[in-house]
């Protein structure tokens, strides 16, 4: 029996098939203030839903910082601060020697990888290097080169936060699948789990004298730009947000191209595509940026994203406040058209 391009032996042309037949509920039809302003409401009752439950309080950060380490233009210290009663975030704080005062300040989520070590300029040997390297680029210190205060925030599951099994493979083995595998078995996410430790950044960030709690922003490439995504819809707190290398309809890249785990949250096809959750954004500045090369979010998934985007930003009177640039590359940090645009919107923030 010849079972080869049957369509119904097919595993990705089954899924595409359910998927034909779903209209996410949440899906932008809003026109006047009063009907945006419900949608809003309603829209992110039911995200906070499926990506929660944020059923953990607000515990003291409990901030404990490294060492200051000189790098020329800017400083940088390692912090550990609480995000819940039985958990530690760990991260960078890096500080431009000359900024304005207050300063923007960014929080910056790396993807999948050696982890936060990787957008901040330490080798896999835990030495300090001057060189933008790997797909990332160092983009936590080419923020601070821009003069902004940065966060680089390491995800649950990659670079000091993995489980000792992963520790002894080595430098870039993360644990993040086993760990989103047990959100997921406790009825959460782990998209949830690293949007509260996101919103927990934003805490520490609004603490520190040297930040201007009115002008901060996220920032972050495959996995950390998909929690950024979220963070910001959830969190208006958040001025302008940055994603590179992730913001594409979740039916071209999540859905059908081949993914961790901990990029999955249950039942989200039936309430929303992604270009509905980036409209929870607006009226505040989102910018997105593309490979054109990246088969990981594929250019036609990212421009109908894009376009669907466009008109819910349209709607709210902020057209103005959503771009996006494509590159010549594959899955990687660009950042050029990125931090001109920082330049312009936190001027306006």
């Known amino acids: 029996m010849k079972t080869d391009d049957d369509p119904r032996l097919d595993s990705l042309a089954c899924t595409m098939s359910r998927l034909g037949v779903i209209e996410p509920r949440f899906r932008f039809s809003a026109r006047t203030p009063d009907e945006i302003a419900a949608w809003k409401d309603h829209a992110r009752r039911k995200l906070t839903e499926l990506i929660g439950p944020f059923s953990t309080g607000r515990v003291p950060l409990d901030p404990r910082v490294g060492e200051i380490v000189d790098r020329g233009t800017y400083t940088r210290r390692s912090v550990r601060f609480a995000t819940r ?183 989200i096809l039936q309430w929303f595509e992604a270009a509905e959750i980036a409209g929870l954004i607006a009226p505040r500045f989102l910018f997105c940026e593309s490979g054109i090369q990246d088969d990981l979010f594929p250019e036609a998934g990212v421009r109908e994203c894009l376009a669907r985007a466009a008109e819910i930003y349209d709607a709210q009177g902020a057209a103005e406040r959503l771009d996006h640039a494509f590159f010549d590359a594959g899955h990687e940090f660009d950042g050029r058209r990125a931090f001109a645009r920082l330049k312009t919107w936190f001027s306006i923030s």
């Open 85 to 267: 009663p039985d958990m530690d975030a760990f991260g960078y704080l890096l500080v431009p020697k000359v900024h304005s005062q207050p300063a923007p300040a960014i929080v910056c989520i790396p993807g999948h990888g050696r982890g936060v070590d990787d957008i901040v300029g330490i080798d896999e040997h835990g030495r300090d290097r001057d060189a933008d390297a790997g797909y990332q680029h160092d983009f936590a210190v080419q923020c601070v080169r821009q003069g902004y205060v940065a966060l680089a925030l390491e995800p649950l599951g990659f670079g000091h936060r993995r489980d000792p099994s992963a520790r002894e493979r080595g430098h870039t083995a993360g644990s993040c699948q086993p760990t989103a595998g047990a959100a997921l078995m406790l009825g959460e996410t782990m998209v949830g789990w690293r949007v509260w430790d996101a919103w927990r950044a934003v805490d520490l960030l609004e603490s520190l004298p040297e930040v201007d709690p009115n002008r901060l922003g996220m920032m972050g490439i495959s996995g950390g730009g998909t929690v950024i995504l979220y963070a910001a819809a959830l969190d208006e707190r958040v001025s302008v947000s940055v994603l590179s290398c992730s913001f594409c309809t979740f039916r071209d890249s999540i859905f059908r191209v081949s993914h961790c785990i901990d990029n999955y949250v249950p039942g």
